[in-house]
């Protein structure tokens, strides 16, 4: 079993193209189910990173592919970065 809090400290990797995400910030869960619905990771900064964040990527749990112990892989090919 995996806590919550160890998930968070883990770099989230999508797979489709390398990018690393960043780190979980939040999950978004189904109370009435029990289960985590979504992860949350926190979008690329604005201006240095100064000014906050533009986005998050909400990345639901059908798209995580594998936890490892220091790295979460998902596959979300709706984020990749447009520049590149």
């Keep these: 079993m995996v806590r919550a ?20 910030s939040d999950f978004e869960l189904d109370l009435e189910k029990g289960t985590v ?20 990527y909400t990345i639901p749990w059908e798209r995580i592919k594998k936890i490892g112990t220091d790295v979460i892989l ?3 090919p709706a984020y990749t970065d447009p520049s590149r």
Excluded: H, K
């Design 74 to 76: 998902v596959d979300v």
């Design 37 to 56: 619905r979504a992860i949350i990771v926190p979008g690329p900064g604005r201006f240095l990173g100064f000014l906050g964040r533009e986005t998050e």
């Design 5 to 24: 809090s160890d998930l968070r400290l883990r770099d989230v990797v999508n797979v489709t193209d390398g990018t690393r995400l960043g780190l979980i």
